[in-house]
């Protein structure tokens, strides 16, 4: 079950630039072992719906598009397992994350590649406003 969103996760995400979906606490053996947040933020064709895991540490362990509307070859190719695996143990320690500063832009496609890292950012933002 999703878990019931607050102000302050809502607007977390808001800051960061994207929309909270929902968030569901991950449990293994029954203990927190981080989140699964759904958020939605814009590309280049329209919004980027993806999925991110932000573990107990509050790393990203993972990130997967839900739905997008990003050019076929061009905006898609930011879609692929390569360039959202950049994204893989970053977390607020690495600061706000950014296209061509600690995320590399995939060719073509900066647009999408700065919808995916805003999506990623207001995640990490909040997994933060949760403690």
Not at 23 to 41: D, M, Q, R
Not at 51 to 62: K, Q, R, T, Y
Request: glycine content about 18%.
């Amino acid at each position: 079950d999703a878990l019931e969103l607050t102000g302050d996760m809502t607007a977390a995400a808001e800051g960061a630039g994207a929309t909270l979906d929902s968030v569901y606490e991950v449990l293994v053996g029954g203990e927190n072992a981080g989140y699964a947040i759904k958020v939605v933020a814009s590309g280049s064709q329209g919004s980027i719906e993806m999925m991110v895991g932000v573990d107990g540490e509050g790393a990203v362990n993972g990130v997967s598009i839900v739905s997008h509307s990003e050019t076929s070859g061009i905006g898609t190719n930011v879609m692929g397992n390569e360039a959202r695996f950049q994204f893989q143990g970053k977390s607020a320690a690495d600061g706000t994350l950014a296209v061509g500063s600690n995320v590399d832009a995939i060719t073509g496609a900066t647009v999408s590649t700065r919808g995916v890292t805003t999506g990623v950012n207001a995640a990490l933002a909040v997994a933060g406003a949760m403690g």
